[in-house]
């Protein structure tokens, strides 16, 4: 099993920046894929950005070049970095673990307004 606590949301104004983290129960380098998911109100939840365990990255388009995800093994943390922020980014972002299943975080709310 894995647990997932994420941090570091809240209200930011539109360009500004923030960053989320993601601490694990177990060593990341054990997991197959961390990654960052968010749930707009009305909306599906959808892929932000993905990490795997050798270090390869995917992210949606909406945040490519605005969003960086990295991880930090010795901490057992995912971040997720966020710059140039929009209010459509606002959403409740969670945390995702794929080890032998999915594992979620609680969620943290982000808010993007002026």
């Known amino acids: 099993q894995v647990q997932l606590v994420e941090s570091g949301g809240g209200l930011v104004q539109p360009g500004g920046s923030l960053r989320l983290s993601c601490a694990a129960s177990?060593?990341?380098?054990?997991?197959?894929?961390m990654g960052w998911y968010r749930q707009a109100p009305g909306k599906q939840r959808e892929l932000v950005a993905t990490?795997?365990?050798?270090?390869?990255?995917k992210y949606a388009d909406s945040v490519k070049g605005r969003f960086t995800i990295s991880r930090d093994n010795a901490k057992n943390t995912v971040y997720l970095q966020m710059n140039t922020v929009k209010p459509e980014d606002t959403a409740v972002y969670y945390c995702?673990?794929?080890?032998?299943?999915?594992?979620w975080g609680q969620g943290t709310q982000v808010t993007v307004s002026s």
């Open positions: 995702n673990a794929k080890f032998d299943d999915d594992y």
């Open positions: 177990r060593l990341i380098s054990s997991i197959y894929r």
């Open positions: 990490i795997t365990r050798v270090g390869s990255i």
